[in-house]
C-alpha cells in the first residue's frame, strides 16, 4: 500500500540519549516534512525538504537535524534528547506546494524522554 | 506571522445533531484554507480546503466557506455520526511564508450514539 512509514511506532528514550526517527515515502513526492504534536499546540513544523538534497528549518528546529539523501527517506534525528522533545511526531509528503498539493501523514512516532 | 485559533474542545455531540467547528486565522498574505481530520491512531489527512474568498469546500457532507471579511473557516456538518469522532484541524498556507501549513491547535469532537 502506498503512503509514508514511520518507525518505530512508540520509544521511551533516556535524556541525554540519541535517536533517529525513520520516514520513508514510496508516492515519490518531493516534498517532505517533520511536525511535532503537542496537546493543545497543534502540529508545529520542525524541519521540512523540498527535495532531495535540500532541507530548510520550521518553527521549532531546535535540538533536531534532518538529512535527504534521496526522495524516499526523510530521517529525523535527536542528538541529545530532553524531556521537552517528548510528543507524538509526523512526518508528511506532498507532491508540490502546500496550497495545492495535500499532505500525506503517515501514523506516527510517539517518543517520550524520561 | 501567521496564525490559526480553533474552538478548544472537546465537542461532545448526540449523533444527528448539527456540528460547528469555529476556526479564524491571521495571515501575511492571500492564504488557502484547510481541514484536516485525524482518526484515532492515526496520521492527519485532508478533508477540504478553499483557495480563495467565499469558495465553499466540501467532503463527506462536511463544508466551510472561506470568509474573508471575517478571516474565518468554520468547519459544518448537518447530521453527525459516531464514526465522526476523531480530532479536526483548520490550518493555512500562505504563499508569502512559503507555503508551509500552519496548524491549529486541534478540536475534538466525541460523537455519541
Known amino acids: 500500500i502506498a503512503g509514508i512509514t514511520q518507525a518505530p511506532t512508540s520509544q521511551i528514550l533516556a535524556a541525554g540519549r540519541r535517536m533517529t526517527l525513520r520516514c520513508t515515502q514510496d508516492m515519490r513526492h518531493n516534498a517532505m516534512y517533520w511536525y511535532r504534536q503537542d496537546l493543545g499546540l497543534g502540529l508545529r513544523l520542525i524541519h521540512y525538504s523540498n527535495t532531495a538534497g535540500t532541507t530548510g528549518k520550521g518553527e521549532v528546529p531546535d535540538g533536531y537535524s534532518v538529512s535527504r539523501a534521496n526522495t524516499d527517506d526523510f530521517p529525523l534525528t535527536l542528538a541529545s534528547a530532553v524531556p521537552s522533545q517528548t510528543s507524538v511526531y509526523f512526518c508528511?509528503?506532498?507532491?508540490?506546494?502546500?496550497?495545492?498539493?495535500?499532505?500525506?501523514f503517515g501514523n506516527g512516532t510517539r517518543l517520550t524522554v524520561t | 506571522g501567521n496564525s490559526v485559533t480553533q474552538m478548544e474542545g472537546p465537542v461532545t455531540l448526540s449523533e444527528e445533531a448539527f456540528l460547528t467547528i469555529n476556526c479564524t486565522y491571521t495571515a501575511t498574505g492571500y492564504p488557502s484554507l484547510f481541514w484536516y481530520v485525524q482518526y484515532p491512531g492515526e496520521g492527519l489527512q485532508l478533508l477540504l480546503k478553499?483557495?480563495?474568498?467565499?469558495d465553499k469546500g466540501s467532503n463527506k457532507g462536511f463544508e466551510a466557506t472561506y470568509r474573508k471579511e471575517t478571516t474565518s473557516f468554520h468547519l459544518e456538518k448537518g447530521s453527525v455520526q459516531v464514526s465522526d469522532s476523531a480530532v479536526y484541524f483548520c490550518?493555512?498556507?500562505?504563499?508569502?511564508?512559503?507555503?508551509?501549513?500552519?496548524f491549529g491547535g486541534g478540536t475534538r469532537l466525541m460523537v455519541k450514539p
Open positions: 490550518a493555512l498556507s500562505d504563499l508569502d511564508a512559503g507555503n508551509m501549513l500552519t
Open positions: 508528511a509528503s506532498s507532491s508540490g506546494q502546500a496550497q495545492n498539493s495535500p499532505l500525506h
Open positions: 478553499a483557495t480563495k474568498a467565499d
